[in-house]
Nanobody, 120 residues
Framework: VQLQASGGGLVQAGGSLRLSCVAS????????MAWFRQAPGKEREFVVA????????PYVDSAKGRFTVSRDNAKNTLYLQMNNLQIEDTAVYYCAADSSLATIDRPHYWGQGTLVTVSS
């Protein structure tokens, strides 16, 4: 499967963005999905995952209550709604896919990343 992330941009602190990740050459419904991010000068970190059925959505603590992950398997699309964005959310955001939620921290497939910049 190939993944294409989009929706990043420049937003002021407290604002919102919605990221999308479209899958091609495969069906999203076969994969657990996740969002990761990499801030400047830092290692890539896990943000949130979502199971195939959307029943399980583990979040990193910093995203809880502000970010919402969802998926539309019919549209082959993964979403990340980000509200109340903070400067520390500035990063390149990557979508990822793996065959199992249990191994989503080491995903087999990666998208190309979309840059989110939060200004004060």
């Amino acid at each position: 499967v190939q993944l294409q992330a989009s929706g990043g941009g420049l937003v002021q602190a407290g604002g919102s963005l919605r990221l999308s990740c479209v899958a091609s050459e495969g069906s999203l419904s076969e994969y657990a999905m996740a969002w990761f991010r990499q801030a400047p000068g830092k290692e890539r970190e896990f943000v949130v995952a979502i199971s195939v059925s959307s029943a399980r959505t583990p979040y990193v603590d910093s995203a809880k209550g502000r970010f919402t992950v969802s998926r539309d398997n019919a549209k082959n699309t993964l979403y990340l709604q980000m509200n109340n964005l903070q400067i520390e959310d500035t990063a390149v955001y990557y979508c990822a896919a793996d065959s199992s939620l249990a191994t989503i921290d080491r995903p087999h497939y990666w998208g190309q990343g979309t840059l989110v910049t939060v200004s004060s």
